[in-house]
């Protein structure tokens, strides 16, 4: 799959007990001369790369959440990824909720907070122009895409049979009918004006259902959403695996689409850094990037899953019973109602799906994400005449490719397009012409 020009795994140990046997040794002379450093085994991966690869530190500070979306976080600090590319002092820190992450970013690592890391989008473009910040703008780069698909709509087992799936049968009458009675249905995302809201909003309004009028919508954050199903506080919530399936296996509800059905091989969640450390640490940058790919590979590689749910699911990252996640992790879903699928296309992708890579940080994505931003009142109309400008800005692709082409790696797209996208009702997404997917949408507020 890739083509590494690095040290054998032999040569990686001799060398390292060379070092360490020259450590031995120069601890029994004296001191080493202040000009020649003593080697240790924790930085023999970074005196072997190439010297114009060398990063510039070794150390980053990246936020993640509890869900599927962050596995390649995981997996390339615990598999040795980030240190094989000269990255040994790589934090993957646990952030409480969206917003606690946003509050991170905000600060930086230097303050407590942290460097950049996982996130819903369009956060990183909210916070670069300020506007979930207080208005104080904090440039981010859009550096790579974690994964696609991995998200669904669960609902409350009281609406089973309700016809509350993928296509909604007579959903203006039930939205209707409990608007009526005064007991609006309450729908909940994570973060306001993001990912998952966009999914639920997409799925209701291409069913005749107006988001804004017709039900509630509430932000909860994600390890909260089974608790709150639980008591009855929301009807339905949008979410990253493992929560949606949790509440079929808790029998407390049932998943009316995956996201993949909404839009197949959709982007997901994102890694996204401070500006000002990537420009300060442009080789790091890359370095992490490295690290990130290939452990996006290793993910991808379905013998791996195993492995890899056992090592997210510890109580250090996901905290939550490997079982829950093995399922989903293969494309298997219980929906709940009767519906099964079985269809790896449908996991989460890390790597590759059926349209192509899944890393590279397509800026036709972005540019879809403004303008479902823009379509619901998140972003003034005159956004769209100044998005490519600003994506150009912010989306880093091209460090994306020059790391993808240092350690070797194929797969590279040759555009920044994807090109035309297409959801399940038909509806479809020209990255040339945002104004006339705009123009189709019969709900909206723009």
């Given amino acids: 799959m890739s083509n590494f020009n690095h040290l054998s795994r032999r040569r990686f140990i001799a060398t390292a007990s060379a070092t360490a046997l020259s450590s031995v040794l120069l601890k029994a ?108 703008k904090v440039p981010m780069y859009v550096l790579l895409q974690l994964n696609t698909q991995g998200n669904a709509i669960a609902v409350a087992d009281k609406h089973k049979g309700k016809g509350l799936t993928l296509k909604v049968e007579k959903a203006k009458e039930f939205f209707e009918k409990t608007k009526a009675e005064g007991a609006k249905f309450k729908a909940a995302y994570t973060f306001p004006k993001a990912n998952q809201e966009f999914w639920i909003r997409y799925w209701l309004a291409a069913n ?44 407390i509800g049932f998943i009316s689409a995956l996201t993949a059905e909404i839009w197949k091989a959709h982007p997901e969640e994102y890694l996204a850094m401070r500006a000002d450390w990537v420009d300060k640490n442009p080789k790091a940058t890359k370095s992490m990037l490295k690290a990130i790919m290939e452990a996006q590979q290793w993910c991808d590689n379905f013998d791996n899953r195993k492995e890899l749910i056992q090592i997210v699911s510890t109580k250090n990252y996901f905290g939550v019973d490997p079982e829950i996640l093995q399922e989903p992790m293969m494309g298997k879903y219980d929906m709940g109602d009767g519906r099964t699928i079985d269809d790896k296309s449908m996991a989460p992708l890390y790597w ?41 800005k912010v989306n880093r692709e091209d460090l994306w490719r020059e790391a993808a082409k240092e350690a070797g790696f194929s797969d590279i797209p040759t555009s920044t397009s994807r090109g035309i996208e297409e959801f399940f009702d038909g509806t479809k997404f020209d990255p040339e012409n945002p104004q006339a997917y705009l123009d189709s949408l019969k709900i909206k507020k723009a």
Wanted: charged share 25%.
């Fill in 208 to 251: 005749g259902v107006d988001p804004d009028t017709d039900i509630e919508l509430l932000t909860v954050p994600a390890a909260q959403t089974v608790a709150n199903m639980k008591t009855g506080t929301m009807d339905a919530f949008s979410t990253g695996d493992p929560w949606p399936y949790r509440i079929v296996k808790e029998k």
């Fill in 29 to 136: 002379c004296g001191n080493p001369p202040e000009d020649k450093p003593t080697i240790t085994s924790a930085n023999v991966a970074r005196i072997n790369l190439p010297a114009d690869q060398v990063p510039e530190t070794t150390k980053v500070k990246l936020g993640y959440l509890p869900i599927v979306e962050a596995a390649p976080l995981v997996i390339a600090k615990e598999k040795g990824f980030f240190a094989k590319y000269g990255m040994t002092d790589v934090d993957i820190s646990k952030q409480a909720n969206w917003g606690a992450a946003r509050d991170n970013v905000k600060i930086g690592s230097a303050a407590g907070g942290i460097d950049g890391g996982q996130w819903q989008m369009p956060m990183p473009y909210l916070i670069s122009e300020g506007i979930i910040t207080d208005n104080l």
């Fill in 352 to 392: 590759k799906d059926a349209k192509g890579n899944v890393s590279y940080p397509y800026q036709s994505h972005d540019l879809w994400f403004l303008t479902e931003s823009v379509r619901w009142g998140f972003l003034p109309k005159d956004s769209l005449a100044k998005a490519k400008d600003l994506i150009k």
